[in-house]
């Protein structure tokens, strides 16, 4: 069964470093998005992605996230300079179209310190 | 901001039995809803869906109601079982002017289906 793999499973980083989490998305799969969950929060919405640019973005999405298609098939979150609240588990997730449900990778568990 | 709340954060039944998880949406906007399924560790996985233009949708042991005029909607479990036992969390989305559909989630409720 198709997934979306995430790399790396755990990033630990420096405040004030720049961090990259890369996904996999599924390869039919048109739309891309990226998601969060502050431990004993909710998931929340990033930012989606569709014909090689942002379609939307939440407020979270500040100019210190970027995202990226480099390659066709791998889908980049950038964070310029982590900031200690930007620990997080964050979800990659695609789909089809975005009329249905997407499918999450497994996470990213980024640590900042 | 609580646009989707899921208000008890844990249930707990016995196997066999029906588990029945709510959620409620403030938003009127939304006109498509999903359930998904979290392990610890891993990303959600998508269960079951529904539109607004209907009230039932059913997949296998897995049913959801949707009650628009109550902005409420649940998910039935039957039988429940105890690999069942998961976080589900109760998503909404709606259909915006780029067509990406973010989701809005709730904060989750924890079900253990005892053997």
């Known amino acids: 069964e198709p997934e979306v793999t995430q790399t790396p499973s755990h990033q630990v980083t420096q405040m004030g470093q720049e961090v990259i989490l890369r996904c996999v998305p599924i390869?039919?799969?048109?739309?891309f998005y990226w998601y969060r969950q502050i431990l004993g929060q909710k998931v929340e919405f990033l930012v989606s992605?569709?014909?090689?640019?942002?379609?939307?973005k939440s407020e979270i999405f500040d100019d210190q996230f970027s995202v990226e298609r480099p390659d066709g098939s791998n889908f980049t979150l950038k964070i310029r300079s982590t900031k200690l609240e930007d620990s997080a588990m964050y979800f990659c997730a695609s789909s089809v179209l975005g009329r249905e449900g997407a499918f999450f990778g497994q996470g990213t568990r980024l640590t900042v310190v | 901001d609580q646009q989707v709340k899921q208000n008890s954060p844990s249930l707990s039944v016995q196997e066999g039995r029906i588990s029945i998880l709510n959620c409620d949406y403030t938003?009127?906007?939304?006109?498509?809803f999903l359930w998904y399924k979290k392990y610890p560790a891993e990303g959600p996985t998508f269960l079951i869906s529904?539109?607004?233009?209907?009230d039932k949708n059913e997949d296998g042991r897995f049913t959801v109601f949707l009650n628009k005029s109550a902005k409420h909607l649940s998910l039935h479990i039957v039988p429940s079982q105890p690999g069942d036992s998961a976080v589900y969390f109760c998503a909404a989305s709606a259909r915006s002017q780029g067509g990406s559909e973010k989701l809005v989630f709730g904060k989750g409720t924890k079900l253990t289906v005892n053997p």
């Open positions: 390869s039919n799969h048109l739309y």
């Open positions: 938003n009127s906007m939304f006109d498509y």
């Open positions: 529904i539109s607004s233009i209907k």
């Open positions: 992605f569709y014909n090689n640019e942002i379609s939307e």
